[in-house]
């Protein structure tokens, strides 16, 4: 068991392009969440699926922000014209399912500058 | 306002100690995860909880559901131990966890 994997582990980007993040899950784990990590905001929960299906993206900021789950051994979370407040270590976590724990990855971390 | 509230923000113990962290929930929480993350910034599992009691070596953590709070307790506190703990608390079958802002322990010889 490899554990939650998330690729690149740093990324620099400029301004305005574009960022993807990766995500590959626990094998089994039904849930796969998307969290950012700022020193302001703490820990922030972006996105979430269950098998496969967006079930709440309330925390995604709505205009350049976009994620998908294309099958169940990966997700991806898009930035397109990345914003120096984009900047922060983006968290990816599975689990079984409802009521179960969460194991996150390592997270990627985007500095845009 | 916060959902979770982590109290203190930080802790500087000495090596041997014993010390308490603790998390008072303003939703209904259902279950309760700890977490230690390293200066690498990963984020390790240390306690899922229902409303109860689990103890792993030097640590114990309690949920109390109807009190809406959780401790987490280090006994013999070690150079190792250090890091920033985080509380973390999700509501019925909704799976979302909501975080504390973490407390950040340095443990000193």
């Known amino acids: 068991n490899a554990g939650v994997i998330q690729t690149p582990r740093h990324k620099v980007t400029g301004k305005g392009q574009e960022a993807t993040l990766w995500c590959e899950p626990i094998?089994?784990?039904?849930?796969v969440f998307w969290y950012r990590q700022t020193i302001v905001q703490g820990l922030e929960f972006l996105t979430y699926?269950?098998?496969?299906?967006?079930?709440?993206d309330s925390g995604m900021p709505k205009e350049r922000f976009s994620a998908q789950m294309p099958n169940q051994s990966h997700s991806t979370l898009k930035i397109q014209s990345t914003q120096p407040q984009d900047s922060a270590v983006y968290l990816c976590?599975?689990?079984?399912?409802?009521?179960?724990?969460?194991?996150f990855g390592s997270g990627t971390r985007l500095l845009v500058i | 306002g916060d959902k979770v509230k982590q109290s203190p923000s930080a802790l500087s113990l000495q090596e041997g100690t014993n010390s308490a962290l603790r998390c008072n929930f303003s939703?209904?929480?259902?279950?309760v995860q700890w977490f230690l993350q390293n200066p690498r910034g990963s984020l390790m599992n240390l306690f899922y909880l229902v409303p109860g009691t689990k103890e792993n070596g030097r640590l114990k953590s309690a949920f109390d559901s109807k009190e809406s709070y959780s401790t987490l307790h280090i006994r013999d506190a070690q150079l190792e131990d250090s890091g920033t703990y985080f509380c973390?608390?999700?509501?019925?079958?909704?799976?979302?966890?909501?975080f504390g802002s973490g407390t950040k322990l340095t443990v000193e010889p």
């Open positions: 094998s089994g784990h039904s849930a």
């Open positions: 939703i209904a929480a259902t279950t």
């Open positions: 699926f269950r098998n496969q299906a967006p079930i709440d």
């Open positions: 973390a608390a999700a509501v019925s079958n909704y799976n979302v966890l909501y």
């Open positions: 976590a599975s689990s079984l399912g409802s009521n179960s724990d969460y194991t």
